[in-house]
């Protein structure tokens, strides 16, 4: 994200709870701190949460949480993980 669609998000927290004040050292640390991050993503989480969220968010509530991607070599895995298990007996 860029410091121009931070101030959108901050413009519509501002908005949506007259309590949040906006300034430049907060665009700077959003922007640095949301970098990383889709701003459709950031915007459709901040309407969410104002829709929803009496108080306005921290930056953590409105980032995109990413899953782990699952790793296509479970089953590898697990019988690396069986074979240096102590005791383990293959299955016949």
Do not use: F, G, H, Y
């Given at each position: 994200m860029n410091r121009e669609k931070v101030f959108e998000v901050l413009r519509l927290l501002a908005d949506a709870y007259p309590s949040f004040s906006i300034d430049q050292i907060k665009i700077d640390t959003w922007a640095r701190l949301l970098k990383d991050q889709n701003p459709a993503v950031?915007?459709?989480?901040?309407e969410r949460y104002a829709l929803e969220n009496k108080f306005?968010?921290?930056?953590?509530?409105?980032?995109?949480?990413?899953?782990?991607?699952?790793s296509k070599d479970f089953l590898r895995k697990r019988r690396e993980w069986e074979s240096a298990a102590v005791g383990y007996k293959p299955r016949s």
């Open positions: 950031i915007m459709r989480n901040a306005p968010p921290s930056l953590s509530d409105l980032r995109e949480v990413k899953k782990e991607a699952r």
